[in-house]
């Protein structure tokens, strides 16, 4: 198994966009549930987004709701999260997360849920 693999992360100003994708290279990246959470310094791993392999069914923390868009493309085994209208309060370490299943429209908020996790990308927003 290897590990899916981040990137896009940066420093924004409070305000702007910033786009996180995650390749992974399963070659049954088509029949994996995908995360997104983050971890602030000194505060606990959170749920941010999900979406089911098929890319049908898709779930985001109230914090990121209507903010964050979270989507996939299978041909080119990655997911993304488009992360506009940035807040200081979302700096952390983003972290993609995998899990093979065979419920096409599952996702899944529980991060011991998951299976293969990537190593993190940061994003930091500045006031």
């Known amino acids: 198994q290897v590990q899916p693999v981040e990137s896009g992360g940066g420093l924004v100003q409070a305000g702007g966009s910033l786009r996180l994708s995650c390749a992974a290279s399963r070659r049954t990246f088509s029949r994996n549930s995908m995360g997104w959470f983050r971890q602030a310094p000194g505060k606990e791993r959170e749920f941010v987004a999900a979406i089911s392999s098929s890319g049908g069914s898709i779930v985001y923390a109230d914090s990121v709701k209507g903010r964050f868009t979270i989507s996939r493309d299978n041909a080119k085994n990655t997911v993304y999260l488009q992360a506009n209208s940035l807040k200081p309060e979302d700096t952390a370490v983003y972290y993609c997360?995998?899990?093979?299943?065979?419920?096409?429209?599952?996702?899944?908020?529980?991060?011991?849920?998951?299976?293969?996790w990537g190593q993190g990308t940061q994003v930091t927003v500045s006031s």
């Open positions: 997360a995998s899990k093979l299943t065979y419920y096409s429209s599952s996702y899944y908020l529980n991060s011991a849920e998951y299976d293969l």
